[in-house]
């Protein structure tokens, strides 16, 4: 069954543009439009649907970085028909809208969300904290932790950290709930060849659900590696990583 899913997210990655259906993914993985649906999800952990829409959306991303193509030719390259409806997506999935993201990403002074500016302290927030490591000899760059309300990480975190190397790390001022936690760096292993803009890999890791009670640290360790062909893109826009993928 895995090798079936393969075969359909290999056809979402190099047809996204098109109007692929759900009939289409199917007949692509030859099993039933049901089956398909429920196996897929499964194994990847989202719907064939949203796996199509994080495509779209990370490859609008690297036009915004790589080209000077207005939003709306961005839009339509990446198979929207519209553009108001491709704005609201990437707004709520990136965190900012399109224009904003764009100038973010080439390091221009943008305001920020407010998940991403200091909070002063809260007798009503926790602490998590732990250790963030690199699988295998993969190098990378610092890394940022964000603790989001949802499984799939999107639109901007209720608390963040940098963390300038592995090693320990310590959020504070973090909402009493339950969150997920992503952590995401750059992959800068020395490779031969070079990259377009906005390629560079990123390094990714999760953990949660991460339940938070005033005054009470939770501890939590990370490990970061790269995304693999199961996982959609990762789309959420996170200070520094997105200037350090420009740069590269």
């Avoid at 829409?53 to 000077?68: D, I, M, N, W, Y």
Wanted: charged fraction near 15%; glycine fraction near 10%.
């Amino acid at each position: 069954m895995e090798a079936l899913v393969r075969r359909a997210v290999t056809t979402i990655r190099a047809r996204y543009e098109e109007p692929l259906s759900l009939d289409d993914l199917a007949r692509t993985a030859t099993m039933s439009k049901f089956h398909f649906l429920r196996t897929f999800r499964d194994i990847t952990g989202v719907t064939p649907g949203r796996f199509l829409s994080a495509v779209r959306l990370h490859e609008a991303k690297r036009l915004l970085l790589g080209t000077g193509m207005d939003v709306a030719g961005v839009s339509v390259q990446v198979g929207y028909g519209s553009l108001g409806t491709f704005t609201r997506r990437f707004t709520e999935c990136v965190g900012m809208p399109p224009t904003q993201y764009r100038r973010l990403a080439r390091g221009e002074s943008v305001a920020m969300p407010s998940g991403l500016v200091p909070k002063h302290a809260n007798p009503q927030a926790g602490t998590i904290a732990g250790t963030v490591h690199t699988a295998g000899t993969i190098t990378s760059s610092a890394a940022f932790l964000g603790a989001f309300r949802g499984r799939i990480p999107q639109g901007h975190p209720v608390a963040c950290v940098s963390v300038p190397e592995n090693g320990p790390w310590r959020m504070t001022a973090v909402p009493t709930g339950s969150w997920y936690l992503l952590a995401v760096a750059v992959d800068q292993t020395p490779r031969d060849g070079g990259r377009a803009i906005g390629d560079l890999p990123l390094l990714v890791g999760t953990a949660g659900p991460v339940r938070v009670i005033p005054g009470v640290h939770a501890h939590v360790d990370v490990t970061i590696r790269p995304l693999d062909w199961i996982h959609p893109p990762m789309l959420v826009a996170l200070p520094g990583v997105e200037a350090l993928r420009m740069a590269a």
